[in-house]
């Protein structure tokens, strides 16, 4: 069992910057992948950002590409997401999620695959 804690949500305007938070409970935190999500109003959940368990390899979303970046730290049980250049598109809340994987290389781009999820914190980009 794993539990997810997200923070670092907050208003901010157009162009700023944001770094979210996501500690993770458990000493199991490296056997997992770990990725970053998030749901606005009135649409479905979407991939923004996913890093391997070793931190090696990332993986973003177009939309977000050269803007996030998504980074772990392993002794911690911690992962980031540094937003930049924020959008009011990138307005939602956005979910950290875990998903237990052998490979240390791999990341994971898809909900369907991931077995634990936080509760969300909310990031506003007003413009």
């Given at each position: 069992?794993v539990q997810l804690?997200?923070?670092?949500?907050?208003?901010?305007?157009?162009?700023?910057?944001l770094?979210?938070?996501?500690?993770a409970?458990?000493?199991?935190?490296?056997s997992?992948?770990?990725?970053?999500?998030?749901?606005?109003?009135?649409?479905e959940?979407?991939?923004v950002?996913a890093?391997?368990?070793?931190?090696?390899i990332?993986?973003?979303?177009?939309?977000?590409?050269?803007?996030?970046?998504?980074?772990?730290?392993?002794?911690?049980?911690?992962?980031?997401?540094q937003?930049?250049?924020?959008?009011?598109?990138?307005t939602?809340?956005?979910?950290?999620?875990?998903?237990?994987?052998?490979?240390?290389?791999?990341?994971?781009?898809y909900?369907?695959?991931?077995?634990?999820?936080g509760?969300?914190?909310?990031?506003?980009?007003?413009?």
């Amino acid at each position: 069992q794993v539990q997810l804690v997200e923070s670092g949500g907050a208003l901010v305007q157009a162009g700023g910057s944001l770094r979210l938070s996501c500690a993770a409970s458990g000493r199991t935190f490296s056997s997992y992948a770990m990725g970053w999500f998030r749901q606005a109003p009135g649409k479905e959940r979407e991939f923004v950002a996913a890093i391997s368990r070793n931190g090696f390899i990332t993986d973003y979303a177009d939309s977000v590409k050269g803007r996030f970046t998504i980074s772990r730290d392993n002794a911690k049980n911690t992962v980031y997401l540094q937003m930049s250049g924020l959008k009011p598109d990138d307005t939602a809340v956005y979910y950290c999620a875990a998903s237990r994987r052998d490979s240390q290389y791999r990341t994971v781009r898809y909900l369907k695959d991931y077995d634990y999820w936080g509760q969300g914190t909310q990031v506003t980009v007003s413009s």
